[in-house]
């Protein structure tokens, strides 16, 4: 039985606080450990390093790591939109897409990313903006479309990120996390249910009072099924009209030739 619209729109609520409370926590915690970074030392310890063993360790620990004050707060507006889209709409789809966007994004960028140090939650977001793009493309119903218009709209430009454009960004991580999203959304398009389409008045009608859902209406009637408006008598009459014969003097009157006598 489906669920009344009341609690439909009381569990998209439900979900939709739940999933701005998680991802204002993350981004909390991204900050803190920005602004404890003085205390832990030299971070650089914990980033991600291409084809290097031990920066490999970067693929869980890099994206935790900010350089600078902007760059956390610009993943951070990132990560609090996109994230709560993902948690209202999708919420069994993020809970699995997640660490695999998290873990993918940072395999990637070590596999394929210049020899330099690379930091920073962008892999995330780009790999969560993905994520919801292609799952409104694969779903297409209302609340898919909604959620990846809002999110193009937000963030669209990200889009242009995925390729190298500006020094000193990891766009490297940025492609990964991209490539991330997409096999998530490929994976776990199916993951939550479709939500329940309203019905409108016109649709609960008799399907049987509407007479295109006839198959005979579009073909002809027979012969005998058609009304007659006429009838001819039985047996016919004829009327015979009598002319009188023409003379000499009717041809010349109509420009004829008069016989000789």
Do not use: C, K
């Not at 994206?63 to 709560?84: D, E, F, M, Q």
């Amino acid at each position: 039985m489906e669920d009344s619209p009341q609690r439909h729109a009381d569990a998209v609520r439900e979900r939709f606080q739940r999933a701005l409370l998680a991802s204002m926590a993350f981004v909390v915690g991204l900050g803190a450990v920005f602004f404890a970074g003085p205390w832990l030392g030299d971070t650089r310890a914990w980033s991600l390093v291409p084809q290097s063993w031990p920066g490999l360790v970067g693929v869980i620990t890099a994206p935790l790591l900010h350089g600078s004050a902007g760059h956390w707060l610009g993943n951070a507006g990132s990560l609090l939109i996109l994230g709560t889209l993902v948690g209202t709409v999708y919420p069994r789809a993020a809970l699995r897409a997640l660490p695999l966007i998290w873990i993918l994004s940072g395999v990637g960028t070590w596999l394929i990313g210049r020899p330099s140090f690379h930091i920073g939650a962008s892999g995330v977001t780009h790999g969560l903006l993905f994520l919801l793009l292609f799952l409104g493309l694969l779903r297409r119903d209302r609340a898919a479309i909604a959620a990846a218009l809002i999110a193009f709209f937000f963030y669209g430009g990200m889009v242009l990120t995925v390729l190298p454009r500006e020094a000193g960004v990891s766009w490297e991580y940025h492609f990964s996390g991209a490539v991330a999203g997409i096999v998530a959304a490929f994976i776990w398009r199916r993951a939550d249910p479709q939500p329940p389409r309203q019905r409108y008045s016109w649709e609960d009608e008799d399907d049987s009072a509407d007479p295109l859902d006839d198959a005979d209406v579009l073909e002809p009637p027979r012969p005998h099924d058609v009304p007659v408006l006429w009838h001819r008598q039985d047996p016919p009459t004829a009327v015979v009209l009598p002319f009188r014969p023409r003379t000499g003097r009717d041809r010349d009157a109509t420009g004829g030739t008069t016989p000789p006598p």
